[in-house]
């Protein structure tokens, strides 16, 4: 249903382990020059309706909504020439922007 890679698992480690967040939060909000947004946060409670998904130590909340949209995808953690940041990989976008942080359905 949603899949993260070993290279997102191990940042969400560092920066949870840093910052004492329990919970790595993803949401897709309205917005962004596609239409959605990814939104990466990280969060110490969880919410009644959220989705635990868990990957090695590393637990991962999304709200139903949001799962709508995300089935099927795969959150990767990149380094390139543009920086490092969490991508998503959903084979439900249309399209996508150049930055990858938005999309269309």
Request: hydrophobic share 35%.
């Given at each position: 249903m949603f899949d993260v890679t070993a290279n997102a698992v191990k940042r969400i480690k560092e920066i949870a382990l840093k910052e004492k967040h329990e919970y790595f939060?993803?949401?897709?909000?309205g917005g962004g020059c596609q239409g959605f947004s990814y939104k990466f946060n990280f969060d110490k409670k969880i919410n009644n309706e959220d989705k635990i998904f868990k990957f090695s130590d590393v637990k991962i909340l999304i709200d139903p909504t949001s799962l709508n949209f995300l089935k099927g995808?795969?959150?990767d953690f990149v380094n390139d020439l543009i920086g490092s940041y969490f991508k998503?990989?959903?084979p439900n976008a249309n399209s996508t922007c150049g930055c990858g942080t938005s999309f269309s359905i």
């Open positions: 939060r993803i949401s897709v909000d995808s795969k959150l998503i990989t959903n």
